[in-house]
């Protein structure tokens, strides 16, 4: 039971509004575009996908479980004030699931992926958890409970999601009486943003009147801007990391502390809570500097290259979904995943280089072409990601033959 269907509908619109925003901002001289943050907004968002594809958690069998034992049958699927009364229903829990995330450490931690952008544009609601599956029945439980039909719940899970794309973005401003009623890019930027005056606040999907009658609504202040991303702050481009960053602090904390209570209160803290008797070791950075490694031109069009490619092998997994196994769909996630993150870690600057790229690449083509399981995959998908990682060979070979080796390359640039 999932709204995946909805969504990956939505998918070409998506992108496509995505490209008109950034012509759109750069036409106005107010681009609210990095490829390095764009790259991993969507990457992340391509990754978020599998789970549900895969059928990860235990969503769709505590569904029908309740649906079955539980369901006292209060609404039919074929009357129109069901789909009104689930859709208003489906928000109010959806209010309350997003407001703890931001108040519960361990929900934090499967939520806060979503605000690590430090640029806010509609790409940046691409970018959601894949560890989401973990809890997010508990909240919703209840409607199936009163009996709200399974059809009806996928339908306005996904009408929910969809809306709020369209929120993520700078360049809509006040809307009059519809910011009082319903979630708009002006109250929504709120949301994003980690200055002290606006933290916490506007945690509606679709209407924003629940968190004017729960007294968690804040309007922006005309003098003081909004500043995006996390006060812990990621400062990573890596879509792996981003997931698990504050599930290894948690556990880090945890086995650090001394004090037994407080290694079980960490998992359910407030989420700037840590124990007294843990040494502060993070970095400090100025409130309003992003992480953005100096990025030389060729490495944008090889990133630029690498997001196209990502969305088309994903379309296609999407495309193909009924045809494959689930050692195909496994398979395809790992490899869409694998090519995510060393393009992400290249971006950082740190330990990625062409020359690993190469590698890495080389080694996945030859693991792709020895393993005689690999010649069961989905015969077109097998054929494009082989062909995908001898471009990624041929590239790579070139820019080392034209001497771009991007790290020397930076260091002189920062010199």
């Not at 992340?44 to 958690?57: A, D, E, H, K, M």
């Not at 606040?201 to 629940?210: K, M, Q, T």
């Not at 556990?251 to 037994?260: H, W």
Request: charged share 15%; proline share 2%; aromatic share 18%.
């Amino acid at each position: 039971m999932d709204s995946s269907q909805i969504i990956i509908l939505a998918i070409p619109v998506f992108f496509l509004l995505i490209i008109c925003e950034y012509f759109y901002g750069t036409f106005k001289k107010k681009n609210t575009y990095r490829m390095n943050d764009a790259f991993t907004s969507i990457s992340i968002g391509i990754i978020s996908r599998f789970p549900t594809l895969l059928n990860l958690g235990f969503q769709g069998f505590i569904f029908v479980y309740f649906a079955d034992k539980f369901s006292i049958n209060l609404m039919a699927s074929n009357k129109a004030v069901t789909w009104v009364i689930a859709f208003v229903m489906y928000d109010f829990f959806y209010y309350w699931m997003h407001r703890l995330h931001h108040e519960i450490r361990v929900l934090w931690a499967t939520h806060v992926v979503h605000h690590h952008g430090e640029d806010f544009n509609l790409a940046t609601a691409l970018r959601q958890t894949s560890t989401g599956f973990l809890w997010k029945w508990i909240f919703f439980a209840p409607m199936i409970i009163i009996g709200v039909p399974g059809e009806v719940f996928v339908s306005v899970a996904g009408v929910n999601l969809v809306y709020q794309f369209w929120v993520h973005t700078r360049h809509i401003g006040h809307l009059g009486w519809i910011e009082k009623i319903f979630v708009t890019p002006m109250n929504h930027r709120i949301h994003h943003a980690k200055n002290k005056e606006y933290i916490d606040a506007n945690y509606g999907g679709v209407f924003i009147i629940w968190d004017r009658i729960f007294g968690t609504y804040k309007a922006e202040v005309e003098t003081i801007a909004p500043i995006y991303g996390t006060v812990s702050a990621l400062r990573s481009w890596n879509p792996i990391w981003a997931n698990f960053q504050v599930f290894y602090q948690m556990l880090k904390d945890s086995l650090e502390t001394r004090n037994l209570g407080d290694k079980i209160r960490i998992w359910y803290s407030k989420t700037n809570w840590r124990p007294n008797d843990i040494q502060y070791k993070d970095k400090t950075y100025g409130f309003d500097e992003k992480y953005n490694p100096v990025i030389t031109t060729d490495m944008k069009c090889f990133v630029f290259f690498q997001l196209i490619m990502l969305i088309l092998v994903s379309a296609f997994i999407l495309l193909t979904i009924s045809d494959q196994t689930r050692f195909d769909t496994v398979t395809f996630a790992i490899s869409t995943i694998y090519f995510a993150t060393l393009t992400g870690m290249l971006l950082q600057n740190e330990s990625v280089t062409y020359k690993v790229f190469l590698i890495y690449s080389l080694c996945y083509a030859l693991i792709s072409y020895l393993l005689p399981s690999f010649n069961s995959l989905h015969e077109n998908l097998w054929q494009i990601f082989f062909s995908y990682s001898l471009m990624n060979i041929l590239i790579t070979f070139f820019l080392i033959l034209m001497g771009r080796d991007s790290i020397k390359l930076l260091k002189q640039k920062e010199i």
